[in-house]
């Protein structure tokens, strides 16, 4: 069993930055790939990025791209998000997701989730 918790959440003036990160308890091939997704109020859940934590190959969503990167630590059990020049539009929870595939197209082939982190944005 792969459990994820995410930390690093807050809130933020605009423009501003956040890390985030996302501790796993295991690194097995069933969860070789990190995920974040963000979900604000009356929105559907929707990708940022991943991280094959095997390869570190690594892909952002076009909405975040040249903002956010993501990055592993040497013993790949926590993943980072890190976020930069935040805007208000980025306010959400923010969740980290683990499977064998890597994707942020659909976030219900994710087998393990994390409790989620609030990130608020303001002007």
């Known amino acids: 069993q792969v459990q994820l918790a995410e930390s690093g959440g807050g809130s933020v003036q605009a423009g501003g930055s956040l890390k985030l990160s996302c501790t796993s308890s295991?690194?097995?091939?069933?969860?070789?790939?990190v995920a974040w997704f963000r979900q604000a109020p009356g929105k559907e859940r929707e990708g940022v990025g991943f991280?094959?934590?095997?390869?570190?190959?690594?892909g952002v969503a076009d909405s975040v791209k040249g903002r956010f990167t993501i990055a592993q630590d040497n013993a790949r059990s926590t993943v980072y998000l890190q976020m930069n020049s935040l805007k208000l539009e980025d306010t959400a929870m923010y969740y980290c997701?683990?499977?064998?595939?890597?994707?942020?197209?659909?976030?219900?082939?994710?087998?393990?989730w994390g409790q989620g982190t609030q990130v608020t944005v303001s002007s």
């Open positions: 997701a683990a499977d064998s595939g890597c994707s942020v197209r659909d976030p219900s082939v994710y087998k393990y």
């Open positions: 295991g690194y097995t091939f069933s969860s070789r790939c």
């Open positions: 991280m094959n934590r095997f390869t570190g190959i690594t």
